[in-house]
């Protein structure tokens, strides 16, 4: 994961194709809860903001999608500055839904339904964890070089 030269990349070429669209989401999702009038809450996760403390929520999310933007820049750059620090990257993308289950079972969110996120958790960390396992796979000459 961190290799002696960040700027080569040894694993398989599609990884970082399939990574790619990962971050693009991350940053996509991370725009919504910024820019959006509700920041997400209730037209998105479900959640009733028309309670007393509304705004309060509304704020919440707002805030949250502007910490989510920053580290998404933080990722993008990695990834596209430091080629050899995808695993790294694909680790910080696993360890999202993981921590935000855990914060889930903390407390639990009473929304009308299933928000975006608490749904794809599961297979956002499975297809995460695949590509960080392939993406530990060294090809050819580019093997030589990296960190055990």
Do not use: C
């Not at 028309?50 to 919440?60: Q, T």
């Amino acid at each position: 994961m961190l290799p002696l030269d960040p700027t080569a990349y040894a694993g398989p070429r599609w990884v970082r194709y399939a990574t790619a669209p990962l971050l693009l989401v991350v940053v996509a999702r991370s725009l919504v809860h910024l820019f959006t009038a509700d920041g997400g809450a209730q037209s998105i996760a479900g959640i009733d903001t028309s309670v007393e403390g509304g705004n309060n929520i509304i704020a919440l999310f707002h805030q949250w999608g502007a910490i989510q933007l920053l580290l998404a820049l933080l990722l993008v750059v990695l990834f596209t500055r430091y080629r050899g620090l995808t695993s790294l990257v694909l680790v910080a993308l696993a360890a999202d839904p993981v921590l935000r289950e855990v914060a889930g079972q903390m407390m639990h969110v009473t929304a009308v339904g299933t928000p975006p996120g608490a749904a794809l958790n599961t297979p956002a960390l499975l297809v995460t964890l695949a590509l960080l396992i392939a993406s530990l796979m060294t090809t050819g000459p580019k093997a030589k070089g990296r960190r055990a």
